[in-house]
């Protein structure tokens, strides 16, 4: 997607919170790797932020819990009520500029297609998630990327729930329901006395992540798509709350890319679940089906931050991921670090210190005093198709072809696709 253009359909527009930034003017970086790369250094432009009249990730649980009549949560997205049971079915990857372009490889999810949501940033599963399982945004339930900085200790790759880049695991010694303490919308709902489970990969069972967001339910451990279709049948016809997962539409758009051949047949796989989901409803039944961000295909824009050495220069960590990047600083080199930064990746990418991230509401409207500190010094949000690679610290994430993370349309814009009994 065009720069321009970035942010301009749903939950993020451009030109509210405006940075401070250098007018266009070419300049040239030496690289590591001796080759002499042009850019541009950055233009002036603001900072995008949520469009507030989006509904977001984190509203569609809370709202349906409502719909159920649940005591203590909030209709945040209008659904009718009588609800008897209900599964939350988030499809990881499933962008709704994604599914919209490719809705003749699954007519039964284009048929539902109803209201676009905003993911929230950064735009990714651990985020995502957490949105889910907390009905906050990033800045309260504090899982701010797929890897960010713990204070006393160190950068932390929440998938894993390791060390980032490697590391031993830490659920011991960093338990998970100390990194995300609020209570989950699946524990107040099962103190409501509404029969809660999470149907997902049994590989995930007990994971950190599971213990940080989604604890509170009863845990059903899936191998395929056919006992996940009957772990949610049969959860929703006995008048509980469910929710559902299913990652390898994500899986196949970061291996093979998204709309690729692969993506493409598996996307019809999912399709043909919904169909049997939505066939076996029951009276009062309601299926909402989300995803946790769009994606989209590297470009040929690629900056390798390993081999700029004027990337690294007073950085002390760095997090995040290639399309969404937390950069932790020495001391000192605050103003120094972010110009650097600004002035590398120019029009690649948007650029901001904590506080101007903050401000332009990134992590939501509140930020929490210890979350602040899991949060880059300096912000980076990729634009277009650009990538933040680290191809010696991060060889796998580097190779992939699809990423998300951003603020871009393509990975803020979510579909949310309801049906009912």
Request: proline share 6%.
């Amino acid at each position: 997607m065009p720069a321009a253009g970035v942010g301009s359909d749903v939950g993020y527009g451009e030109a509210q919170a405006p940075s401070s930034v250098a007018s266009p003017m070419p300049a040239t970086v030496i690289i590591r790797s001796g080759i002499a790369e042009t850019i541009w250094q950055a233009r002036d432009v603001d900072l995008p932020q949520p469009d507030p009249r989006t509904p977001h990730l984190a509203d569609v649980v809370p709202s349906v819990l409502a719909a159920m009549g649940v005591s203590d949560f909030e209709s945040r997205i209008e659904l009718p009520g009588e609800i008897r049971g209900a599964c939350v079915l988030l499809v990881d990857g499933l962008g709704a500029e994604l599914l919209d372009a490719h809705a003749d490889d699954a007519p039964v999810m284009a048929a539902l297609r109803g209201q676009t949501l905003q993911a929230g940033f950064p735009s990714t599963t651990v985020a995502g998630l957490a949105a889910v399982g907390t009905g906050c945004r990033s800045g309260e339930h504090g899982l701010v990327g797929m890897s960010f900085r713990l204070p006393g200790v160190g950068v932390m790759n929440a998938l894993r729930w390791r060390p980032h880049p490697w590391g031993d695991d830490l659920r011991d010694s960093v338990p998970p329901e100390q990194v995300q303490p609020m209570a989950t919308t699946f524990e107040r709902a099962a103190s409501a006395a509404v029969e809660v489970s999470v149907v997902s990969g049994a590989e995930f069972s007990g994971s950190g992540l599971t213990r940080a967001v989604l604890r509170g339910g009863r845990y059903v451990g899936v191998q395929a798509l056919g006992d996940l279709a009957a772990g949610v049948a049969s959860a929703v016809a006995d008048g509980g709350f469910c929710y559902g997962y299913h990652g390898e539409v994500d899986l196949l758009g970061h291996l093979y890319g998204p709309g690729s051949p692969a993506w493409r047949l598996q996307l019809r796989e999912v399709d043909r679940l919904v169909e049997s989901l939505v066939e076996g409803l029951p009276p009062g039944g309601l299926l909402a089906i989300v995803a946790d961000h769009g994606m989209v295909a590297a470009g040929d824009d690629v900056v390798d931050i390993d081999e700029c050495a004027t990337l690294l220069d007073g950085v002390a960590a760095i997090g995040g991921e290639p399309r969404a990047r937390h950069v932790y600083i020495e001391e000192g080199a605050g103003d120094a670090v972010l110009s650097a930064w600004r002035e590398t990746l120019a029009a690649r990418a948007w650029v901001a210190s904590r506080d101007e991230a903050i401000a332009a509401g990134w992590f939501g409207g509140r930020v929490r005093d210890d979350v602040r500190l899991r949060i880059g010094d300096v912000v980076a949000a990729a634009r277009g198709t650009a990538t933040m690679v680290r191809r010696t610290v991060e060889p796998l994430e580097s190779s992939l072809i699809g990423h998300h993370g951003s603020l871009t349309s393509a990975e803020q814009s979510i579909p949310l696709l309801l049906a009912y009994g």
